[in-house]
């Protein structure tokens, strides 16, 4: 058996960081305001969000500003929604320019302030992964994973190739699936029960949960045969995980063999808020 290592992302910021950029400041006037498949969101409002992860990162994170909380509300999620409609209200009125400008600045800031880190430490939870302190690498790893979807939905938005290269979107792919334990973890199964998901293409792989100890934890080698084989296509795989489908497209979408109810649990995967 094999189980699933760190994900060290770091050298990819930039890259990603400079693909956006030229890709922004190509765009015409009018394509700041098209739709995204983020609903209610423009290629502005995106690129807005954007934006705010480097602030907030560079602030709570290497200026240790804590003096911000969320907004109130229900839940986290609903906190997370409020968070977000306020800093749009506030900040559509830069313009494509300053957006552009600033999002150099900070995001060649954060670059420089994720490499500082000791990606081996524990830090706190990555929500979508459990509610357990979290390595600081993981957590790097969701925010590559968040500036890497959410210019695919730019990309989208304006008719432009994604970040679909391996170098990219294997490591999107393979933080993504460490959602999978906590998706699982009030699933009851006979110990040892084996589940597999494959992602085909060429940044997809093959992970394994295996049952032990009520726990599923996640391997890419298991000697088990699999109770379950879920496979699914990687743009299938980024867009399911990051709610740009729903469960039934995906549904749709895959190959199933097994145990069908298994199977079900690994498509309510979610490795975003929401």
Same mark, same amino acid.
Request: hydrophobic share 45%; with cysteine.
């Given at each position: ?8 992302? !770091? ?17 015409? $006037? ?8 983020? $609903?209610?969101? !423009?290629?502005?409002? /995106? ?29 986290? *999620? ?6 977000? @409609?306020? %800093?749009?209200? &506030? ?18 800031? *954060? ?9 081996? @430490?524990?830090?706190?939870? /990555? ?12 957590? /790097?790893?969701?925010?590559? !994973? ?18 679909? $290269? ?10 993504? /699936?460490?959602?999978?334990? %906590? ?10 029960? !084996? ?11 093959? %992970? ?7 726990? %599923?934890?996640?391997?890419? &080698? *298991? ?22 489908? @729903? ?20 498509? $309510? ?6």
């Amino acid at each position: 058996m094999k189980p699933v290592g760190p994900i060290i992302v !770091t050298d990819l910021f930039e890259p990603v960081l400079e693909r956006l950029l030229q890709l922004l400041h190509q765009l015409p $006037e009018k394509d700041w305001s098209l739709p995204t498949p983020c $609903e209610g969101w !423009t290629v502005k409002d /995106v690129a807005l969000h954007l934006l705010a992860d480097e602030i907030s990162r560079l602030s709570r994170g290497r200026d240790k500003d804590l003096s911000y909380d969320l907004p109130p509300g229900p839940d986290f *999620v609903s906190r997370i929604n409020a968070h977000n @409609a306020l %800093w749009l209200t &506030a900040s559509r009125r830069m313009s494509p320019r300053l957006i552009c400008d600033l999002l150099d600045f900070t995001g060649h800031e *954060v670059v420089q302030y994720f490499k500082s880190l000791d990606l081996m @430490a524990i830090n706190g939870p /990555v929500s979508w992964a459990g509610p357990d302190p979290a390595p600081v690498w993981l957590d /790097v790893a969701r925010e590559y !994973t968040e500036r890497w979807h959410h210019q695919q939905h730019i990309r989208e938005a304006v008719q432009q190739p994604g970040l679909m $290269e391996p170098a990219f979107l294997t490591p999107v792919l393979d933080t993504f /699936v460490r959602a999978l334990p %906590w998706t699982f973890h009030s699933v009851e199964a006979p110990e040892d029960t !084996t589940v597999e998901l494959r992602i085909i293409g060429d940044a997809g792989s093959s %992970w394994f949960l295996l049952r032990k100890e009520a726990h %599923w934890p996640l391997f890419t &080698a *298991v000697s088990s045969a699999p109770a379950t084989i879920v496979t699914i296509d990687q743009d299938t795989a980024w867009r399911l995980f990051t709610k740009g489908i @729903a469960k039934e497209q995906a549904l749709d979408k895959a190959s199933i063999q097994g145990n069908m109810k298994l199977a079900a649990n690994v498509l $309510e995967a979610v490795s975003i808020i929401a």
